[in-house]
């Protein structure tokens, strides 16, 4: 079946590397929870292939790119925390044709819900800041339930939370983690191309479509 042939009721959307490239965020936070405990910064290139599945991944791989030890995470961790919420959003951009994009969904009557691996404290405010909130009647951090994408779990709430079916509710991603997930919670996926993947191209994780623009969707949902 085609996207074209499903009737959509809802879609779930992903934050970092979807809507937002908040790679200069992650950059600057991380540079300065390090220099406290004395341990030099990680590369942007580092970040862009690291980031994705979750803000504790993040930290660890760094601490283990730097050559520091495990037992560090817990001090960094909370500079790292402090850090990062006080330059959320402020070194990240919307991507092009991401407001344009939901406010099109909107339109067709499709109900938006936000996942994302990044914690609730980081989340809420960088939707708000990015004037992405009122968009959508639900957002879920990495830290909401068990488990994260790609776990299906946090799609699956999301759905049990619009009250729509996973079939009918297509999931807007940038990696692996998010295609995963979808099929795993049996929702339909569709792939951006700019964000951030691991490294890998997108097209290894078999979506049912790539674009390069959010505002594409309702053309390909059409």
């Given amino acids: 079946m085609t996207l074209q042939q ?32 004395g341990w030099p910064p990680v590369s942007r290139a580092f970040i862009a292939r690291t980031v994705g599945k979750g803000s504790e991944h993040l930290l660890t791989r760094a601490i283990e790119e730097v050559g ?15 850090h990062y919420i006080a330059v959320n959003g402020q070194h990240s951009v919307v991507y092009p044709g991401v407001i344009e994009g939901l406010r099109a969904l909107r339109a067709r009557g499709l109900r938006l819900a936000c996942i994302t691996n990044k914690p609730n404290s980081f989340a809420r405010p960088l939707l708000a800041l990015k004037g992405l909130d009122g968009f959508f009647e639900h957002a879920f ?16 709430k999301a759905c049990e939370a619009l009250g729509t079916a996973p079939a009918h509710t297509l999931m807007v991603g940038d990696s692996s983690n998010d295609a ?3 099929r795993a919670a049996g929702c339909p996926v569709v792939l951006v191309n700019y964000g951030y993947n691991h490294g890998e191209p997108v097209a290894n994780a078999a ?16």
Avoid: N
């Fill in 180 to 182: 995963a997930a979808a």
């Fill in 141 to 156: 951090g990495g830290d909401t339930f068990p488990h994260k994408k790609p776990h299906p779990m946090p799609l699956l």
């Fill in 6 to 37: 499903i009737r959509f009721e809802a879609a779930i959307v992903d934050l970092d590397g979807t809507m937002v490239d908040t790679v200069g965020d992650f950059e600057v936070a991380l540079a300065r929870a390090l220099a406290d405990l």
């Fill in 68 to 82: 520091a030890p495990a037992s560090l995470y817990g001090e960094a961790w909370l500079r790292y925390q402090h």
């Fill in 207 to 222: 979506p049912d479509a790539i674009i390069g623009r959010i505002d594409e969707l309702p053309a390909l949902l059409a």
